[in-house]
């Protein structure tokens, strides 16, 4: 496997480990975005990270304001998503390639049929779903840091 095969440092795997960092902020931004403190109304509530979908589910945040900040981190994420994975790809990492393909392709799949925006009519029908899905992604993209990290170690090490 040529990904395994490269003793030294390894900037190709460096930036990875960035990108992915990235791409875990973004998730949990979109999960806990802004942490809006509304205790305007309720003196007693000492909860200050409220996350957006109870947020929404309470009705403190409208609809489309909540779609509003959601929609603007989710086509970053599906670029930098798409650049790691061609980059593998262009650099002959097939495996880590072939680890990136499911959400690269689920992520093209969700854009050209038009479903990565969050619609605002259908936002209170979606919001378990639309948590677990942030959840699902959070999951994947930490375990392909701690992949690369692994990648960048075994580099680093092997002599």
């Not at 996350?51 to 509003?68: A, K, Q, T, V």
């Not at 009519?121 to 948590?131: A, D, L």
């Not at 992949?147 to 092997?158: A, H, I, R």
């Amino acid at each position: 496997m040529y990904e395994l095969s490269t003793p030294g440092f390894d900037i190709t795997i460096c930036f990875s480990l960035l990108g992915v960092g990235g791409l875990i902020a973004l998730i949990v931004i979109q999960y806990n975005n802004n942490n809006n403190n509304n205790n305007n109304n309720n003196n007693n509530n000492n909860n200050n990270n409220n996350n957006n979908n109870n947020n929404l589910e309470g009705n403190d945040i409208n609809s489309i304001e909540f779609s509003r900040k959601i929609n603007k981190l989710i086509l970053p994420e599906y670029i930098i998503q798409a650049v790691f994975s061609v980059w593998f790809l262009i650099t002959f990492r097939f495996f880590l390639f072939l680890l990136n393909s499911p959400v690269l392709v689920y992520h093209y799949l969700r854009y050209s049929k038009g479903l990565h925006k969050v619609d605002p009519t259908k936002v209170y029908q979606m919001t378990s779903k639309f948590g677990n899905h942030l959840m699902l992604k959070l999951v994947f993209y930490m375990v392909m840091f701690f992949v690369y990290l692994f990648v960048l170690l075994f580099n680093l090490f092997s002599e």
